[in-house]
């Protein structure tokens, strides 16, 4: 390999290894934020109502990091497209990047995983919604209520399941 | 009155013109004609540096024709005469009308609104994107004089940066720095361009708390919201928007030419697909080439937080070089005889 080729790989590299470290700042930070959203759940079921300020205020300032390593992540993300040909122009970054060597399959790896975690916090955002919409619908959910104490029914002995062949025709 | 015997206009209450002739009437040094109050309040709050002259409707085409040459206005020369028409003809004085877009947007190619700039002698634009589509609609040829704006709104925004700052603290209220979305959606004209009905509603239920959203409706939508939550901000009768633009990290839109103005920042676009349009065959989006184009009556924030943004680095640089000219001839204007 040439100089520049070799300056070029070690420029690669070196750009992977800082987008690693602010992935793994972003999915840190995503993790606690689902986590606090999953304890907005607990409190909107407990009925804790008034203790979900304290968990918003904290939000507040993890998403405020948040937006910060988002940016921080684009402006490496674009210098690691830098390095590409120009025949690149248009792929993602899961489309550059290649599973089978190391730094790059690191690289990947984190960022399916900031992925996989910004589904989640929807998905817990959607549920957080739901309950707090019916909350201010129907009022606090009663402990009584009979869907919070619901539970599976059992049933006395074990399920058979037989299985009625239907007998043989012989043959006329 | 201007030295130069040249002044903007506004007739009527068309405040979305606000934002493209007040930034061209400072640079010009030239006065700013309003016929609505409403109109000289919005442009003496949100433009420093600029000389609003509110005349009664009435009496304005009779004041206008005495005391200038040439009038800057986003009104074709059609709907120019048909104010102006008496007055000249008693006056035996003919104004220069020279028409001045407001805004880049992809609407036109389906309706006839461009073909009605046919008859235009004089023209404003932003630079070569604008001409082609003038050739196109057949209203370039017999234009004599073609004025290059260039990216003269940013220009103005940089220089009074810091008023705008101020307005802006005091304006947009979030108690936090969370990431904010804006979400521009233009009206419901003949091409069906808008997305507010169908899309506003699930875009507000699905708003995440660690998201902003600041919705900016078109001035000619009917945008009905109760705003119920802390990260959302409905924003009415702020006109200047490249304050806005630099303040939001993502913009949502539709066919609004706020878009094209968003480019500028290279940051990432996403748009809601139009309305009877085929995009696989429609070469005249030119701006949803530089972004992503969401499913409709989605939530769009895991899409927004998912997408990567690099690809779409160089064509956002390629359509804004088209759109915006660098080198501007705005002031050529004076030279108009």
């Known amino acids: 390999m040439s100089v520049a080729g070799e300056e070029k790989m070690a420029s690669w590299k070196e ?78 970054l899961e489309e550059v990047l290649d599973p089978l060597i190391d730094v790059e399959e690191e690289t990947l790896r984190q960022y399916q ?9 929807h998905g817990q955002h959607l549920r957080n919604k739901s309950l707090s919409d019916l909350i201010q619908k129907d009022g606090p959910i009663e402990m009584n209520n009979s869907a919070v104490k619901a539970e599976t029914v059992k049933r006395k002995g074990t399920s058979l399941i037989t299985i009625d062949y239907p007998e043989k025709k012989e043959a006329s | 009155m201007s030295t130069h015997n040249i002044c903007a206009l506004i007739y009527g209450n068309q405040k979305h013109y606000l934002d493209h002739l007040a930034p061209l009437a400072s640079y010009l040094s030239v006065p700013l004609i309003v016929t609505e109050i409403e109109i000289e309040s919005l442009a003496t709050k949100y433009y420093p540096d600029l000389d609003v002259v509110y005349l009664e409707p009435t009496s304005m085409p009779q004041k206008v024709v005495s005391s200038f040459e040439t009038v ?36 036109g190619h389906f309706s006839p609104f461009m073909e009605g700039l046919s008859d235009e002698k004089w023209a404003f634009v932003y630079g070569k994107k604008m001409v082609s589509f003038l050739k196109e609609k057949s209203a370039h040829n017999q234009l004599e004089n073609l004025f290059y704006l260039g990216n003269y709104r ?51 239920d699905s708003l995440p708390p660690h998201w902003n959203l600041i919705i900016k409706p078109h001035p000619h939508l009917k945008c009905e919201i ?28 539709d066919m609004s030419s706020i878009g094209y103005d968003f480019l500028t920042f290279r940051r990432p676009l996403f748009f809601y697909p139009p309305k009877n349009r085929t995009l696989n065959y429609d070469t005249h989006s030119h701006l949803m080439q530089c972004g992503t184009i969401l499913p409709p009556s989605k939530s769009p924030f895991p899409i927004i937080e998912q997408t990567d943004q690099t690809p779409f680095s160089k064509i956002q640089d390629l359509v804004y070089n088209s759109v915006f000219e660098t080198t501007q001839t705005i002031k050529k204007i004076y030279e108009l005889r």
């Open chain 1, 113 to 121: 995983q900031t992925k996989e975690l910004v589904e989640k916090i």
């Open chain 2, 72 to 107: 800057i206005s986003c009104l074709p020369k059609a709907l120019f005469k048909s104010i102006f028409f008496i007055t000249e003809a008693l006056s035996q004085k003919e104004l220069k009308n020279v028409w001045c877009p407001h805004g880049n947007s992809d609407k």
């Open chain 1, 15 to 92: 750009i992977n290894h800082k987008l690693q470290v602010v992935l793994s700042k972003e999915i840190d930070l995503r993790r606690e934020i689902l986590g606090n959203m999953n304890q907005q759940e607990q409190m909107l079921l407990s009925g804790e109502i008034k203790l979900i300020e304290g968990l918003l205020q904290e939000l507040s300032r993890l998403a405020s990091s948040l937006k910060g390593v988002i940016k921080e992540r684009g402006t490496l993300t674009r210098e690691l497209f830098d390095h590409l040909p120009s025949n690149a122009l248009g792929a993602t």
């Open chain 2, 226 to 253: 109760d705003n119920y939550k802390e990260n959302l901000i409905v924003l009415k009768d702020f006109p200047p928007i490249y304050p806005l633009l630099d303040k939001i990290d993502v913009y949502l839109g």
């Open chain 2, 154 to 204: 940013y220009e103005y925004f940089k220089k009074h940066r810091e008023f705008y700052q101020k307005i802006l603290n005091e304006t947009l209220l979030f108690q936090n720095n969370h990431q904010t979305l804006l979400y521009a959606p233009t009206w419901n004209d003949s091409e069906s361009s808008s997305s507010f009905d169908l899309e506003v509603n699930s875009l507000i």
